[in-house]
């Protein structure tokens, strides 16, 4: 489903050309820091044609911010064992690795209990809704247990996230104007550090 890694890729907004979406469960540590991202970023001001989703534990509802962009990304915890706490990879994903009927099935089965983005990208490509530009932007989590906030490594990792956000949109023409400083004054209100 995933290509692999390459960080030097060059409410509903119907107008957004461009989805960024986190995803992730909050109550699981750093399995949230997608969730914190995009709620993090949303409260700052966005170039237009751009729409940031904070999609929680992800579903099939969120299919209905994915349809109609042209290019999405993915912000979400990968495992553990992908990397260094903290550190980022963005995959380009490749459409058509899962059977378009498997994907729907296993989504509506994962149902509440959360949504890995290889399973969310896949139903979407199955119902025609992936855009032919899709990302996953993935930050490996520190620890990954029962508690609320993130861990430095993660919220470190949020700020590599931000940065190679960035250049996404600038090589597209858009210019995100948030700087670290006040990214990571804002993440620490919102989702605060633990011990990792």
Known sequence: MLGGPNEEVGGTDKGARILILGIGNRLLTDDGVGSCFAEVLSTFDL????????????????????????????????????????????????????????????????????????????????????????????????????????TAPAARGCLRALRILRKILSDRGFKLSVEDHRFKERLGEICPEISC
């Open 47 to 150: 170039p237009e044609g751009v729409e940031v989703v904070d999609g929680g534990l992800g579903g099939l509802s969120l299919m209905d911010h994915i349809e109609g962009k042209e290019i999405l990304i993915l912000v979400d915890a990968l495992d553990p064992r992908d990397g260094e706490p903290g550190q980022v990879k963005l995959f380009k994903v490749n459409p058509g690795a899962v059977d378009p009927s498997e994907a729907i099935k296993m989504l509506v089965e994962a149902g509440s209990h959360g949504v890995v983005p290889e399973l969310l990208v896949a139903a979407a490509d199955a119902m025609g809704y992936l855009p032919a530009e899709a990302y996953v932007l993935g930050i490996v989590p520190c620890l990954i247990d029962l508690g609320d906030g993130i």
